[in-house]
């Protein structure tokens, strides 16, 4: 199945069947990290207008820091989602040839994949600092967010170090 050499591949003539599963699961698993990176920018950007800065005595949305926090958390989830849109692109037109995937492909769509987590997390990460420490009281959706995000970073397909050491060494 790793091949994208299945009973459904031999037996039907179909490109679905021909995936290889590895980079099907890599893409489906970060799906919910962008998902959850979207709602936490678009979280802090409604809540930053609402938010009072007693100390300042200003809304949140007039910080500069702010501003800056949300525009770097808004490009790391616009950079994420291209990437994965790429990594469905290059899945899918792998089954046009005969030949499996090499592993610089897999190794490459791997990085992609572990790149994008990456970015949702470092894009929850800026977002919930800013927020302020009810960000991360239980009942928090922002707290949920960075929680399930972190916990998915942590899987051996997103694993940075492992991930990059593998694909460093095939660039090699």
Same mark, same amino acid.
């Given at each position: 199945?790793?091949?994208?050499?299945?009973?459904?591949?031999?037996?039907?003539?179909?490109?679905?069947?021909?995936?290889?599963?590895?980079?099907?699961?890599?893409?489906?698993?970060?799906?919910?990290?962008?998902?959850?990176?979207?709602?936490?920018?678009?979280?802090?950007?409604?809540?930053?207008?609402?938010?009072?800065?007693?100390?300042?005595?200003?809304?949140?949305? %007039? @910080?500069? /820091?702010?501003? +800056?926090?949300? !525009?770097? &958390?808004?490009?790391?989830?616009?950079? *994420?989602?291209? =990437?994965?849109?790429?990594?469905?692109?290059?899945?899918?037109?792998?089954?046009?040839?005969?030949?499996?995937?090499?592993?610089? %492909? @897999?190794? /490459?769509?791997? +990085?992609?994949? !572990?790149? &994008?987590?990456?970015?949702?997390?470092? *894009?929850?990460? =800026?977002?919930?600092?800013?927020?302020?420490?009810?960000?991360?009281?239980?009942?928090?959706?922002?707290?949920?967010?960075?929680?399930?995000?972190?916990?998915?970073?942590?899987?051996?397909?997103?694993?940075?170090?492992?991930?990059?050491?593998?694909?460093?060494?095939?660039?090699?």
């Amino acid at each position: 199945f790793k091949d994208g050499d299945t009973p459904g591949a031999r037996e039907l003539d179909r490109p679905l069947y021909r995936i290889p599963m590895p980079p099907l699961l890599a893409l489906t698993a970060a799906l919910p990290a962008l998902g959850a990176a979207r709602g936490a920018v678009r979280a802090f950007a409604r809540a930053m207008k609402h938010r009072y800065m007693a100390y300042e005595n200003k809304h949140q949305e %007039e @910080r500069p /820091a702010a501003q +800056m926090r949300l !525009a770097r &958390a808004t490009a790391l989830v616009h950079a *994420a989602d291209l =990437l994965l849109r790429d990594l469905a692109r290059r899945i899918e037109s792998s089954t046009e040839g005969a030949a499996p995937m090499s592993i610089d %492909e @897999r190794a /490459a769509l791997r +990085m992609s994949a !572990a790149t &994008a987590v990456h970015f949702c997390k470092d *894009a929850i990460g =800026l977002v919930v600092e800013a927020a302020g420490s009810s960000a991360c009281f239980l009942d928090h959706p922002l707290q949920r967010m960075m929680r399930d995000v972190n916990v998915l970073s942590t899987h051996v397909v997103f694993d940075w170090d492992g991930t990059s050491e593998m694909y460093g060494r095939v660039l090699i």
